[in-house]
């Protein structure tokens, strides 16, 4: 029996002065160190809640904050009253961004069992300051989005209501062109004819109009080629020609059966 006390003694001794040894490399901030000698003392004994707690502020120092968390868990399990190990797990927390599990989670923990550590005041305080700008930031990105889709909506419903691309006049028909062509030509025609009336150069002046060569143009206008002028009638017949070849797919050297004047 004095001989299992004495080695009991002797291992809890050496995990003491392993876990000395881990604060000191803490404190020259060589982790990796630190971790390799808490390592050892946890491997001594167990069942030490401080060993897992100096481990986890040695895991948090070099971002390992998943194996920190874990650490400050198993520190609790073992010694529930545990503030320290409460507020470490709260800055596990924090360093990941989880605000809300540091403080209900961890700081908070904490001073209910250490009311009067200033030291956890402050970190609540400020992973509440934390939390307070990830809301509002939240809400900001979702006031964006509203915005954004309201302006893409208003968008799309302006363009929805706008008013519709100008008219593109069709181009003009040929037989259409040539009709316009043509009324034009007769009524200058008609006031040429008013203007210089033809001598009957011995021509019956009865003779029914039938009977004389005539052009007829869209089926609504006759016009009566011999009581024109030679070179306007020349140059009528010309245009109308050239016209009724466009309109009707014929050659243009062609038109009622006649050739084209050169």
């Known amino acids: 029996m004095e001989r299992s006390g004495c080695q009991e003694f002797s291992l809890k001794n050496l995990a003491e002065s ?26 001594t004994c167990e069942e030490n809640a401080v060993y897992y707690c100096n481990r986890a502020a040695a895991y948090t ?105 100008p008219f593109n006049a069709m181009p003009f028909n040929a037989n259409d062109l040539a009709s316009m062509f043509m009324n034009i030509a007769a009524n200058t025609a008609n006031a040429y004819q008013g203007q210089h009336p033809r001598e009957s150069q011995g021509e019956d002046s009865n003779t029914s109009s039938t009977n004389e060569p005539e052009i007829r143009i869209g089926g609504n206008i006759d016009l009566n080629l011999d009581q024109m002028p030679e070179d306007l009638t020349g140059a009528l017949r010309s245009v109308m020609e050239m016209f009724s070849g466009a309109g009707t797919g014929q050659s243009q050297d062609h038109f009622d059966g006649r050739t084209a004047p050169n």
């Open 18 to 43: 392993l876990k000395s040894q881990g604060n000191k490399a803490m404190q020259s901030k060589q982790y990796p160190d630190a971790i390799e000698l808490y390592n050892c003392a946890i491997a």
């Open 61 to 165: 120092q070099i971002n390992k904050y998943l194996e920190a968390i874990q650490d400050c868990l198993r520190s609790i399990e073992i010694d529930p009253n545990y503030s320290k190990a409460y507020s470490r797990l709260g800055l596990a927390y924090y360093a990941q961004g989880n605000y809300r599990d540091a403080i209900d989670k961890g700081f908070r923990k904490a001073l209910q069992l250490d009311p009067n550590n200033e030291s956890v005041k402050e970190n609540i305080r400020v992973a509440e300051q934390k939390l307070i700008e990830e809301q509002q930031r939240a809400a900001g990105n979702q006031n964006s989005r509203s915005s954004q889709e309201h302006q893409n909506q208003s968008a799309r419903g302006s363009r929805s209501n706008a008013a519709p691309p």
